[in-house]
């Protein structure tokens, strides 16, 4: 059987498995994860963990500032559980830009196209790429794949993907991408032969994003050009009105960098609360802080605008999805938005908990593309 490695390169942890398999038909026979924090160039040290295939857990601890680092580590390990050398190895790849909409082999134009595409999504995309530059440096020669979040949605409805801009920016690729499209896939695949006509997926987590599916295709989804939009998430702002960003630069002399770090790295349930972005620690807070409970309330607040605009889109919902950290594991959550869409008709039986599977996303793909080769 062929084999797959997956990295899954989040903003705070890196996420890894390797599969066996022919693209349609999947096992997996160890994964792992390594959280190194939330911010890039923290420090370690960080947590390596692997799970193997008969239920052993090998745990290791390595100084790291990058996510690259951690990748002779991870070999090692792979080593040290007898795994074969993979066939192929796939990358979780947040942001396509313009010029990649399909999950494709990595070659040279590729890498150039995906590296052009990393101001899109800062957080991302530098982080998987350099992934990609290291192992080919630790398994020369080694098929890689690039499999993107923005391939589910690189069909979406015009009156969904152009952006109230002037036509000369339209034509450079400013429009809406649309993110999570590869836990969305993961969604759609574990509901088989359920999957409603008229679905929306929340995917809750450190990101955040509200995507309405109609027969099984993204038709909408609250993320835009970039990661940072939609509901305000996690260190993440989330829409805000255009004239904060003119306000900020032109009277409080914010630089772009400045602006980036602002919006992406300081606001969200981190701005807000002063005190975390992590739900859970907000959630046991929340009693004894206002600011705490605000932000978790903002969160609710938005996730239901959100999935009430998506049920505009669709006219109506057959089911709400919730998937992600939060999503899978934030029971009151899940309460207050259906509570809040009582009105609709969302009941308990229109709402279900799918955790989703991005890692096999990745593999199913990455063997496809092995399939391809002579």
């Known amino acids: 059987m062929t084999s797959a490695l997956v990295f899954n390169s989040g903003s705070s942890s890196l996420k890894f498995g390797l599969y066996r398999g022919d693209g349609v038909s999947l096992k997996r026979w160890l994964h792992g994860v390594a959280d190194i924090g939330s911010t890039p160039g923290s420090q370690g040290p960080a947590q390596l963990k692997i799970m193997t295939g008969d239920g052993r857990e090998i745990v290791e601890r390595v100084d790291v500032r990058e996510q690259c680092e951690l990748l002779p580590a991870v070999v090692a390990l792979l080593e ?40 899109y999504a800062p957080l991302h995309n530098a982080s998987s790429l350099a992934i990609v530059s290291r192992v080919a440096e630790l398994w020369p020669g080694i098929m890689q794949a690039a499999c993107l979040d923005t391939v589910f949605h690189a069909h979406l409805p015009e009156v969904a993907k152009v952006l109230p801009l002037n036509r000369e920016l339209q034509l450079e690729g400013v429009e809406r991408y649309g993110f999570h499209g590869l836990s969305c896939e993961s969604v759609i695949a574990r509901l088989g032969n359920a999957l409603p006509q008229r679905l929306v997926i929340a995917h809750l987590g450190n990101g955040a994003s509200i995507t309405a599916v109609k027969n099984g295709r993204s038709v909408d989804t609250s993320m835009g050009l970039t990661p940072a939009g939609g509901i305000p998430m996690s260190t993440r702002s989330g829409d805000i009105d255009p004239g904060v960003l003119i306000y900020l630069l032109r009277e409080k002399r914010y630089d772009a960098e400045r602006l980036e770090e602002m919006l992406t790295r300081r606001s969200g349930l981190l701005g807000i609360s002063r005190l975390s972005g992590d739900m859970r620690t907000l959630r046991q807070a929340a009693e004894k802080d206002e600011a705490a409970a605000l932000a978790i309330e903002i969160f609710s607040y938005g996730v239901r605008k959100q999935v009430a605009a998506m049920a505009a889109v669709l006219l109506g919902i057959d089911l709400v999805v919730f998937t992600g950290g939060i999503g899978e594991n934030d029971g009151r959550l899940r309460d207050e938005v259906r509570a809040g869409l009582s009105w609709a008709g969302l009941s308990q039986d229109k709402v279900k908990v799918v955790a989703t599977q991005e890692e096999e996303q990745v593999a199913r793909h990455a063997l496809q593309l092995w399939g391809t080769q002579d």
Do not use: F, K, W, Y
């Not at 979780?92 to 590296?115: E, F, K, S, T």
């Open 80 to 119: 040290n559980t007898q795994a074969e050398r993979p066939d192929i190895i796939g990358h979780r790849i947040v942001h396509g830009g313009p010029h990649v909409r399909d999950h494709c082999l990595i070659d040279d134009r590729v890498m150039a196209c995906l590296q052009a595409a990393a101001s």
